[in-house]
């Protein structure tokens, strides 16, 4: 009987201790050692108008595949719109600057023949 109950008193701990309410927003992500912040980018224009929004996604897509040029000009065109507030005018010009040391840290692509 004794066994039983500290068995359930050790599951009852370990269950409460995975249910933490603590923060959940994801950590910036590392590319190419540059630290870039697009999980709280992300966030930031999660309720933009669908307009605002699509470039903010468009600038995901282009740097998950490494094509940082478009992603400068999709942030750019962000960072221009009127219809945007201060706080993403703010992560916006951040992580214009990450991506412009992450365009500076890629590796040089192969030479053509």
Request: one cysteine or more; glycine letters at 6%.
């Given at each position: 009987m004794k066994g039983a109950t500290l068995l359930v008193l050790a599951a009852v701990c370990l269950f409460f201790s995975g249910c933490s309410k603590?923060?959940?927003t994801p950590q910036s992500l590392q590319m190419n050692g540059v630290s870039v912040d697009l999980p709280r980018f992300n966030a930031a224009f999660d309720t933009a108008a669908d307009s605002t929004k699509r470039l903010a996604?468009?600038?995901g897509f282009n740097l998950r595949y490494n094509k940082y040029e478009e992603?400068?000009?999709s942030l750019d065109k962000l960072s221009n719109d009127p219809a945007i507030t201060e706080p993403q005018k703010k992560v916006t010009?951040?992580?214009i600057e990450q991506v412009k040391k992450l365009a500076g840290a890629a590796p040089a692509g192969a030479p053509a023949q």
């Amino acid at each position: 009987m004794k066994g039983a109950t500290l068995l359930v008193l050790a599951a009852v701990c370990l269950f409460f201790s995975g249910c933490s309410k603590g923060d959940k927003t994801p950590q910036s992500l590392q590319m190419n050692g540059v630290s870039v912040d697009l999980p709280r980018f992300n966030a930031a224009f999660d309720t933009a108008a669908d307009s605002t929004k699509r470039l903010a996604t468009e600038v995901g897509f282009n740097l998950r595949y490494n094509k940082y040029e478009e992603a400068l000009m999709s942030l750019d065109k962000l960072s221009n719109d009127p219809a945007i507030t201060e706080p993403q005018k703010k992560v916006t010009a951040e992580l214009i600057e990450q991506v412009k040391k992450l365009a500076g840290a890629a590796p040089a692509g192969a030479p053509a023949q």
